[in-house]
C-alpha cells in the first residue's frame, strides 16, 4: 500500500471514492508511460493476473466485464488455452455489443478474435463462422467492406464443402430487401446465391426459399424479368410450405422490388398488407421497419396519404430504435419524398441533406442519386435551371446507367428549350415503342417523364404511342426512388391534348385535379391547372378562354405561395396569350 500511497501523493493516480479502496490513473499519460516502461513478459503476466482476477471477483455475471475479459486475454495469450480464452472472450463480447446495437464495436471484436485465430494456427471452421459474423457486424453498420468479408467467407465455405456456411454467407451479403446495386447486376453475389442454392437439399424449404428470394431480386436489373419473378414466385410457395413466419417476411420483402412494376400494384398492396401482419407476430424491429417502408411506397403510389403517413411514423420510430444507419437513411429519404409531394420544399432540403449524409455513412452507394433526383424536382419547380442543369450533368459522371436519367435530361432540355436533345432522347426510344426501358421500379417514372417530354414537343406519333402504354395506369402515382410525381392522369391529359383529344384531355385534368386535391400535393394541382389551361386555349371543340383564364390564376396563386417559379413564368406566357 505503501507504494499507492507515495503514487498518490506525487499525484500520479487518484482515490476513487467506495467501500473498497480504488484508484485511477490521473491522466492516461501516466498510464501509458508506466505501460511502456514494462517489458513484454511483465505485460503478459500483469494482463493474466487481472483478467484471472475479474474471472474469481465476477464469475456469476460475467457479461458486463466482456470487454475487460477480451482485451487482458488477448494481450496474455501465448499458450493454447489462453488463446482460445481470448478468442471466446473476444466473439463474446462483439455478440454482446452486437444485441446491443454497437454494430461498428461488434465488428471490432470479431476481426480481432479472428486475427487472433490466424495468429495461433485456429481451424478454418472456427475462421468462417468469425468471417460471417464480422460480415454481418459491417453490414448492420454501413461498412461496405462487408462485401468482401462475406465472399470470403462463401469462398472458404467452398473449399471446406460447408453448405451451412456457404447458405449464410451466401444470405447475409446483400440488402435482401433490394438489389445490391442500383441499375446493375453483382456478378459475384449472384455466383455464390447460385452455388448456395445447388447445394441446399430439395428439401430444406427454409434455405430454398431465403436463396430464391434473394437471387430474384439481386436480378432485378437483368434483361431476363420472367427468370426472377419465377424465382420469387417458387420463393414464396417454399416459404409458405415451411410455416415459418420469419422465412414468409424475408420472401415477401425481396419479393417486393423483384416484381414492381405498376401492373403489380394489387398483388404488392396484398403482400405489403400481410408483410405488416406477419411483423406483429414475429416482434423483429427490423422487418418491422422495412415491411413500413414498402407500405410508404405502395400507398404514396395509391395516393392513399392518410395510410403513408402512419406507416411513416412507424417507420421513423423504428429507425430511431434500431440506429441501423441503413433504416435511418431509409426513413429520411421516404420523410423527402413526403415532404416534396408536400410541396414544403425547404423541409425537403433539409432532410434530404441529412438523409445523403447518413446514407453515404451507410456505405449506400445510391444516396447521393437519391439525394440528386430530389434536388432536381426542387431546383425544376423553383425554375433554377442551371442548377438543374448542373445537378444532372454531376449525376452522369455517378456511373449509373438508367433510362430514368435519360428521361430526366430530355425534360431538362425541353425547359432549356434545346428542342433537338430532347428530340434525339426521345426518338432513340419511340422507334422501339419504348421496349427498351426495362420493366423494373423506375419503369412508370421514365415513362412518365417521356410522356411529359413527347407533350412539350407536340409530337403526335409518340404521344399516341405513349398513351397506350399508360392509359392502364392512371390512377396511380409514378414513385421513382420515393420521389413522387403527379398521377399519371396528369400525363394522359398532356398526350390526348396533343392528339386533339379534347373531351378526354378533360376527363384526365379533372380526374388528376381531384387526386392532387384529395392527397394534398399542391405542386402537381398547380401544374395539372396548367396544362388544363393550355389545353383549352389549343383544343377547338373545348376550346374555353374565360376557364382557362381561371385556372390559370388558381395555378399564378400556388406558384407564388410556394416559390414555383417554374409554372408561373409558364402560366403568365399563357395569361399573355388569353390577352
Same mark, same amino acid.
Given at each position: 500500500m505503501w507504494a499507492l500511497e507515495e503514487a498518490t501523493a506525487a499525484r500520479l493516480v487518484i482515490e476513487v471514492a467506495g467501500t473498497a479502496p480504488r484508484y485511477r490513473f490521473a491522466h492516461a499519460l501516466v498510464r501509458d508511460t508506466l505501460y511502456a516502461g514494462l517489458s513484454a513478459a511483465r505485460r503478459?503476466?500483469?494482463?493474466?493476473?487481472?483478467?484471472?482476477?475479474?474471472?474469481?471477483?465476477?464469475?456469476?455475471?460475467?457479461?458486463?466485464?466482456?470487454?475487460?475479459?477480451?482485451?487482458?486475454?488477448?494481450?496474455?495469450?501465448?499458450?493454447?488455452?489462453?488463446?482460445?480464452?481470448?478468442?471466446?472472450?473476444?466473439?463474446?463480447?462483439?455478440?454482446?455489443?452486437?444485441?446491443?446495437?454497437?454494430?461498428?464495436?461488434?465488428?471490432?471484436?470479431?476481426?480481432?478474435?479472428?486475427?487472433?485465430?490466424?495468429?495461433?494456427?485456429?481451424?478454418?471452421?472456427?475462421?468462417?463462422?468469425?468471417?460471417?459474423?464480422?460480415?454481418?457486424?459491417?453490414?448492420?453498420?454501413?461498412?461496405?467492406? =462487408?462485401?468482401?468479408?462475406?465472399? =470470403?467467407?462463401?469462398?472458404?465455405?467452398?473449399?471446406?464443402?460447408d453448405t451451412d456456411g456457404l447458405v449464410r454467407a451466401a444470405l447475409v451479403n446483400g440488402r435482401a430487401i433490394a438489389y445490391s446495386r442500383l441499375g446493375e447486376l453483382d456478378p459475384e453475389r449472384i455466383a455464390v446465391l447460385e452455388a448456395a442454392l445447388e447445394d441446399v437439399v430439395e428439401t430444406d424449404l427454409e434455405s430454398r426459399a431465403r436463396l430464391m428470394a434473394n437471387l430474384a431480386v439481386e436480378l432485378v436489373f437483368a434483361a431476363d424479368r420472367d427468370r426472377r419473378v419465377a424465382l420469387s414466385d417458387q420463393a414464396l410457395a417454399a416459404a409458405r410450405a415451411s410455416g415459418n413466419d420469419a422465412v414468409l417476411a424475408h420472401v415477401l420483402m425481396a419479393r417486393y422490388y423483384t416484381i414492381l412494376a405498376p401492373n403489380t400494384l394489387p398483388e404488392r398492396l396484398t403482400n405489403t398488407g400481410e408483410l405488416v401482419a406477419v411483423t406483429e407476430?414475429?416482434?423483429?424491429?427490423?422487418?418491422?421497419?422495412?415491411?413500413?417502408?414498402?407500405?410508404?411506397?405502395?400507398?404514396?403510389?395509391?395516393?392513399?396519404?392518410?395510410?403513408?403517413?402512419?406507416?411513416? !411514423? !412507424?417507420?421513423?420510430?423504428?429507425?430511431?430504435?434500431?440506429?441501423?444507419?441503413?433504416?435511418?437513411?431509409?426513413?429520411?429519404?421516404?420523410?423527402?419524398?413526403?415532404?416534396?409531394?408536400?410541396?414544403?420544399?425547404?423541409?425537403?432540403?433539409?432532410?434530404?441533406?441529412a438523409a445523403l449524409k447518413t446514407g453515404q455513412a451507410a456505405g449506400q452507394h445510391e444516396a447521393v442519386l437519391v439525394y440528386t433526383l430530389e434536388r432536381l424536382q426542387?431546383?425544376?419547380?423553383?425554375?433554377?435551371?442551371?442548377?438543374?442543369?448542373?445537378?444532372?450533368?454531376?449525376?452522369?459522371?455517378?456511373?449509373?446507367?438508367?433510362?430514368?436519367?435519360?428521361?430526366?435530361?430530355?425534360?431538362?432540355?425541353?425547359?432549356?428549350?434545346?428542342?433537338?436533345?430532347?428530340?434525339?432522347?426521345?426518338?432513340?426510344?419511340?422507334?422501339?415503342?419504348?421496349?427498351?426501358?426495362?420493366?423494373?421500379?423506375?419503369?412508370?417514372s421514365t415513362i412518365a417523364n417521356y410522356a411529359v417530354v413527347a407533350a412539350r414537343l407536340t409530337n403526335a406519333d409518340t404521344s399516341d404511342q405513349l398513351y397506350g402504354i399508360l392509359a392502364p395506369y392512371a390512377r396511380q402515382l409514378p414513385v421513382a426512388l420515393l420521389v413522387p410525381s403527379g398521377c399519371v392522369a396528369y400525363h394522359l391529359g398532356m398526350l390526348a391534348s396533343v392528339l386533339g383529344r379534347g373531351n378526354t384531355a378533360e376527363d384526365h385534368f379533372v380526374h388528376a385535379a381531384?387526386?392532387?386535391?384529395?392527397?394534398?400535393?399542391?405542386?402537381?394541382?398547380?401544374?395539372?391547372?396548367?396544362?388544363?389551361?393550355?389545353?383549352?386555349?389549343?383544343?377547338?371543340?373545348?376550346?374555353?378562354?374565360?376557364?382557362?383564364?381561371?385556372?390559370?390564376?388558381?395555378?399564378?396563386?400556388?406558384a407564388r405561395e410556394l416559390g414555383l417559379g417554374n409554372v408561373e413564368r409558364r402560366a403568365n406566357a399563357l395569361v399573355r396569350e388569353c390577352a
Open positions: 503478459t503476466t500483469l494482463h493474466r493476473r487481472v483478467a484471472e482476477a475479474i474471472e474469481a471477483v465476477h464469475g456469476g455475471g460475467l457479461d458486463d466485464y466482456l470487454p475487460a475479459l477480451a482485451h487482458h486475454w488477448a494481450r496474455a495469450a501465448a499458450p493454447a488455452p489462453e488463446l482460445d480464452k481470448a478468442v471466446d472472450y473476444t466473439i463474446r463480447a462483439g455478440d454482446r455489443a452486437l444485441a446491443q446495437l454497437a454494430h461498428d464495436e461488434a465488428a471490432a471484436y470479431y476481426h480481432q478474435a479472428l486475427e487472433l485465430t490466424e495468429t495461433g494456427g485456429g481451424d478454418e471452421a472456427g475462421q468462417l463462422e468469425l468471417l460471417i459474423r464480422l460480415g454481418e457486424a459491417q453490414r448492420r453498420a454501413g461498412d461496405p467492406g =462487408h462485401r468482401r468479408t462475406l465472399l =470470403h467467407a462463401a469462398a472458404l465455405a467452398r473449399r471446406l464443402g407476430r414475429l416482434g423483429d424491429p427490423f422487418i418491422a421497419a422495412m415491411a413500413r417502408f414498402f407500405r410508404v411506397r405502395t400507398a404514396m403510389e395509391t395516393g392513399d396519404l392518410e395510410e403513408a403517413d402512419r406507416c411513416l !411514423a !412507424a417507420l421513423e420510430a423504428h429507425a430511431a430504435d434500431l440506429r441501423q444507419p441503413f433504416v435511418q437513411w431509409v426513413a429520411q429519404f421516404s420523410r423527402t419524398g413526403r415532404e416534396l409531394l408536400a410541396g414544403r420544399y425547404d423541409v425537403a432540403d433539409l432532410v434530404a441533406s426542387t431546383q425544376i419547380e423553383q425554375d433554377k435551371l442551371t442548377d438543374a442543369q448542373q445537378t444532372l450533368a454531376d449525376a452522369n459522371t455517378l456511373g449509373f446507367r438508367l433510362p430514368l436519367l435519360d428521361s430526366l435530361q430530355a425534360m431538362l432540355a425541353c425547359e432549356l428549350q434545346q428542342e433537338d436533345e430532347a428530340r434525339r432522347l426521345l426518338s432513340t426510344l419511340a422507334a422501339e415503342n419504348f421496349k427498351a426501358v426495362p420493366v423494373n421500379n423506375l419503369w412508370l381531384e387526386i392532387h386535391t384529395r392527397i394534398g400535393a399542391p405542386v402537381w394541382l398547380a401544374r395539372t391547372r396548367l396544362e388544363r389551361a393550355r389545353m383549352l386555349l389549343t383544343c377547338p371543340h373545348v376550346r374555353h378562354p374565360d376557364r382557362a383564364r381561371e385556372l390559370l390564376g388558381q395555378a399564378v396563386g400556388t
